[in-house]
């Protein structure tokens, strides 16, 4: 079944236009069809569409299943070539993470500035949003850029993973830091040159935890799926 997010007012839903294409010309919806609603308060119902031409959707019921992870998770990722930020702003919306942080590390192919960020947030919201409403969410994740590493201290978890291709090798620390039930967590993924030996010290510095993701050095497209994969599968056990 279908979900949207949208505003609900009275128990009437108003979709955003481009929903209301997909809905009606993508979609091919009917009178009494049902879709899924997601409202401004990440509540998910049940609703019913009362007429086409102008759009009507009532809600009929609230959906008390929740697909949410138990703990709030943020992925930091270093700025990455072609579409990598965009496949990782995809997989990640649809392992549960709360919070995407785009940084510039030093090792940085691409460049980013504040402006180049905002004129791709719509894109790489619209994939989010699109992501969250594929695997049935309630959150649409927020994404956020910073200019360096020394940028990411307000946004530290109360437990922070670093991911260093130099510690690769036995995965059982990272499985043991998880054992501990932990309100929210970050993964920190460097980009395609990985972390220098400065920013590697600065996140110790900064708590975090070292952590290996096995004996292979993996893409970081892939690394930053296979860590997200790790810590949904253990806060879902």
Known sequence: ??????????????????????????????????IEIVDENHCAYLAVITSISPLGIE??????????????????????????????IQKATELGVKNIVLFQGKRSVVKFNETDFSRKLPRYNAIAKEASEQCHREYIPNIKFRKSL?????????????????????????SSLLEKHYNSISIIIGPEGGFDSSEAAFLKELGFNNV???KRILRCETAAIYALSVISFNLEK
């Open 212 to 214: 290996s993701l096995g």
């Open 1 to 34: 079944m279908q979900r949207y997010f949208a505003n609900v007012k009275d128990n009437i839903v108003y979709l955003k236009e481009d929903d209301i294409f997909h809905l009606t010309k993508v979609m091919r919806a009917r009178i009494n069809d049902r």
């Open 150 to 174: 020394h940028e990411i201290k307000d946004d530290l978890c109360e437990l922070n993973l670093f991911a260093y291709e130099l510690d690769a090798g036995d995965t059982s620390s990272f």
């Open 59 to 88: 809600i009929q019921e609230p959906i008390l299943k929740n697909s949410e992870l138990d703990s709030e998770v943020t992925l930091f990722f270093g700025l990455a070539k072609l579409d990598k930020i965009e496949l990782v």
